[in-house]
T-cell receptor, first 116, second 110 residues
């Protein structure tokens, strides 16, 4: 009964490269959320997805960032042309069926992105 | 603007004492409030959810209160242990998403 799986655990990229972060939600969960956390700061919402649909991307920067949750396979957060300011911990969370309004979130262990 | 505020300074307490953490919010009318625990290098873990019509919720050594008039939730850990040392986050629903406070670091010393 695996929890939310994120990989890689650590990702190092040079400025200008692309970063792809993967998240497999808990079995039976169809709602996925991505959050970003900077040192000494709280979790900042980025995007909420259901299978094949982006529901809320209000926290996603307009450029360079994209997310998907295909019918098959993990959810992907993609950052193009990374800059040093993208360095952060990126957490994925999933919930069961009805969304975040009354559902607890299950978080993965995060991907620590470091941009050199 | 909407804000969630938690004690920015770490809370240091002695083992066996009760730890009390505060979560204040402005410009929200949440139907639910959640508390999570986060350990260094790990994702948050859900602890408790309290509804607006519930004044208090308990789970083992944990107790949460929710005062919608004061716009405040208090999170208590009784008989605290060094293993309770972590960052504790409160979270409110805003539309489709959970919005988190910055968290309070709790350190329990033996």
């Amino acid at each position: 009964n695996a929890g939310v799986m994120q990989n890689p655990r650590h990702l190092v990229r040079r400025r200008g490269q692309e970063a792809r972060l993967r998240c497999s939600p808990m079995k039976g969960h169809s709602h996925v959320y991505w959050y970003r956390q900077l040192p000494e700061e709280g979790l900042k919402f980025m995007v909420y997805l259901q299978k094949e649909n982006i529901i809320d991307e209000s926290g996603m920067p307009k450029e360079r960032f994209s997310a998907e949750f295909p019918k098959e396979g993990p959810s992907i957060l993609r950052i193009q042309q990374v800059v040093r300011g993208d360095s952060a911990a990126y957490f994925c969370a999933s919930s069961l069926a009805t969304g975040a309004t009354n559902e607890k979130l299950f978080f993965g262990s995060g991907t620590q992105l470091s941009v050199l | 603007s909407q804000k969630i505020e938690q004690n920015s300074e770490a809370l240091n307490i002695q083992e066996g004492k009760t730890a009390t953490l505060t979560c204040n919010y402005t410009n929200y009318s949440p139907a639910y409030l959640q508390w999570y625990r986060q350990d260094p290098g790990r994702g948050p873990v859900f602890l408790l959810l309290i509804r607006e019509n519930e004044k208090e919720k308990r789970k083992e050594r944990l107790k949460v209160t929710f005062d919608t008039t004061l716009k405040q939730s208090l999170f208590h850990i009784t008989a605290s242990q060094p293993a309770d040392s972590a960052t504790y986050l409160c979270a409110l629903v805003e539309g489709n998403k959970l919005v988190f406070g910055a968290g309070t670091i709790l350190r329990v010393k033996s």
